[in-house]
């Protein structure tokens, strides 16, 4: 076959032959190595999920025969008076776990990055990062004796005069769930410092440099160069936090089984 410009197009179309067969083949290695992941999300994601879904039809008690109910698990669920305050605490919870570590690591990240380089700079980004080793049981039953009535939090105050504001911060209707978000903060901000400051190093000088030279003070430099250039730090931490706190169940059932009252409760519990 001879194209128009009387030159063959058989090399032509063997190349693009050639380079079908290497996009195929390129298709099929990614999806071998792909495969042993989507097996094990299936295995431990997908199939207790559908299993959820078909034991949410049925009355079953974990051992005995199972029952259909149809859609009563459902009606009764709905029907709790105390579904939407559970669901309210989840996402009050969300400001303690999410907004606020984020908030406090980007500064706290800045001001290591600015004063802290280093070997201290280190010290301080793994003392921060710390409580995220420990298991959020340990840290419940920990900050469960620190927030006690005869507990260290209150002993401090009394300490410095401030006796009348001690109480059993998480046995208080009013502040046992600021108090569980307030371990949340210790915990997850230690991750989003680190997550942060890691960004941070990342960061060209020469702009800051440019920013002082046209008078930017550290707070302009931090909300128009440092925040729009961490975007993609800060959407980890959000995303990261946001699930922990939606997920919380383990840390809440330790330091108040979501008293008092149903104060603290959430969907988990």
Same mark, same amino acid.
């Given at each position: 076959?001879?194209? @128009?410009?009387?030159?063959?197009?058989?090399?032509? *179309? @063997?190349?693009?032959? *050639?380079? @079908?067969?290497?996009f195929r083949r390129e298709i099929l290695i990614g999806w071998l190595f792909v495969l042993p992941a989507l097996l094990m999300y299936a295995l431990f994601v997908l199939l207790p999920l559908l299993m959820s879904v078909q034991y949410s039809f049925f009355r079953w008690n974990g051992i005995g025969p199972m029952t259909w109910v149809g859609l009563k698990n459902y009606t009764t669920v709905l029907q709790d008076p105390d579904l939407l305050g559970t669901i309210l605490n989840a996402f009050r919870l969300v400001v303690y776990f999410s907004f606020v570590p984020v908030t406090l690591g980007l500064v706290v990240a800045s001001i290591i990055h600015r004063v802290a380089m280093g070997r201290l700079g280190a010290v301080a980004r793994t003392v921060l990062f710390l409580p995220q080793v420990i298991p959020l049981v340990a840290a419940g039953i920990i900050w469960g004796w620190l927030l006690a009535l005869p507990g260290l939090v209150n002993q401090i105050l009394n300490s410095v005069g401030l006796g009348s504001v001690t109480r059993a911060w998480l046995g208080d209707f009013d502040w046992a769930l600021p108090a569980v978000g307030f371990i949340g903060i210790w915990v997850l901000l230690g991750f989003c410092t680190v997550l942060l400051s890691t960004g941070m190093t990342k960061l060209d000088p020469s702009l800051f440099e440019s920013a002082r030279i046209d008078g930017a003070n550290w707070f302009t430099e931090f909300i128009r160069i440092t925040i729009p250039l961490l975007r993609n730090e800060i959407g980890v931490c959000l995303t990261v936090t946001v699930i922990a706190a939606l997920a919380a169940f383990d840390v809440v059932y330790v330091s108040t089984a979501g008293g008092p009252g149903n104060s603290t409760a959430v969907p988990g519990i």
């Open positions: 076959m001879i194209t @128009s410009d009387n030159r063959p197009a058989a090399p032509a *179309f @063997s190349r693009q032959i *050639f380079l @079908s067969k290497v």
